[in-house]
């Protein structure tokens, strides 16, 4: 009887390995994200010739802690966030948001002179571009919220030429998190619409 005991012990164990072995081979893959610039914004090009005069520095960009982490992170409230350990960003968030944001500047523009901070020594831009994100992040479903400072500075970095606030708001199309990169793509191309219409008046 104690040898039976023992044996239906090893397979319960048995068994309980197994389970839990499948249970960790059907473990949903991880999946990454990257903001991009979108399509809509290619077509803005205008005709004219690109001004090689005009440089742009994109930098520094200061995140809050919680939104600089590989996992994308959404808002379930007003003061509660979730991290999804299932969908994450390819790089660096931060990194991606001064890489896109650049690269939008460049189109809109248009010029060939943006850089991201930090830049070389020879880069000497005309105008600096400082940002400081408050929230840029959403809900799935809903909305995406930018919320950002950000001011325009001489080529020293030194006086600031002007200094803005912008709240950005985009819908989420659909409850996933791919829509959601989408609309935070989206915020991104909005702000840089904004940031570039004001360095065409300072331009003036």
Same mark, same amino acid.
Request: charged share 25%.
């Given at each position: 009887?104690?040898?039976?005991?023992?044996?239906?012990?090893?397979?319960?164990?048995?068994?309980?390995?197994?389970?839990?072995?499948?249970?960790?081979?059907?473990?949903?893959?991880?999946?990454?994200?990257?903001?991009?610039?979108?399509?809509?914004?290619?077509?803005?090009?205008?005709?004219?010739?690109?001004?090689?005069?005009?440089?742009?520095?994109?930098?520094?960009?200061?995140?809050?802690?919680?939104?600089?982490?590989?996992?994308?992170?959404? !808002? &379930? /409230?007003?003061?509660?966030?979730? #991290? @999804? +350990?299932?969908?994450?960003? $390819?790089?660096?968030?931060?990194?991606?948001?001064?890489?896109?944001?650049?690269?939008?500047?460049?189109?809109?523009?248009?010029?060939?002179?943006?850089?991201?901070?930090?830049?070389?020594?020879?880069?000497?831009?005309?105008?600096?571009?400082?940002?400081?994100?408050?929230?840029?992040?959403?809900?799935?479903?809903?909305?995406?919220?930018?919320?950002?400072?950000?001011?325009?500075?001489?080529?020293?970095?030194?006086?600031?030429?002007?200094? !803005? &606030? /912008?709240?950005?708001?985009?819908? #989420? @199309? +659909?409850?996933?998190?791919? $829509?959601?990169?989408?609309?935070?793509?989206?915020?991104?191309?909005?702000?840089?619409?904004?940031?570039?219409?004001?360095?065409?008046?300072?331009?003036?």
């Amino acid at each position: 009887m104690k040898n039976r005991a023992r044996f239906g012990n090893i397979s319960w164990a048995f068994l309980l390995t197994v389970f839990f072995v499948a249970a960790c081979s059907t473990t949903s893959p991880v999946a990454y994200y990257t903001l991009n610039t979108l399509p809509e914004m290619q077509q803005e090009i205008p005709a004219a010739v690109m001004d090689d005069t005009l440089a742009i520095g994109v930098g520094p960009v200061e995140f809050p802690k919680f939104l600089d982490r590989p996992q994308i992170v959404t !808002r &379930k /409230s007003q003061n509660q966030i979730q #991290v @999804s +350990e299932f969908h994450r960003w $390819a790089g660096s968030f931060p990194g991606d948001f001064s890489r896109v944001l650049a690269k939008n500047i460049s189109i809109l523009l248009p010029t060939d002179r943006v850089a991201v901070y930090p830049w070389g020594e020879q880069f000497s831009p005309t105008y600096r571009i400082k940002l400081n994100v408050e929230q840029f992040d959403g809900r799935l479903g809903e909305r995406v919220v930018l919320e950002v400072t950000w001011m325009v500075t001489d080529q020293e970095g030194t006086n600031k030429l002007l200094v !803005r &606030k /912008s709240l950005i708001e985009e819908p #989420v @199309s +659909e409850k996933n998190y791919e $829509a959601l990169v989408v609309a935070e793509s989206n915020a991104l191309a909005t702000l840089s619409r904004t940031i570039v219409e004001e360095i065409r008046r300072l331009g003036k």
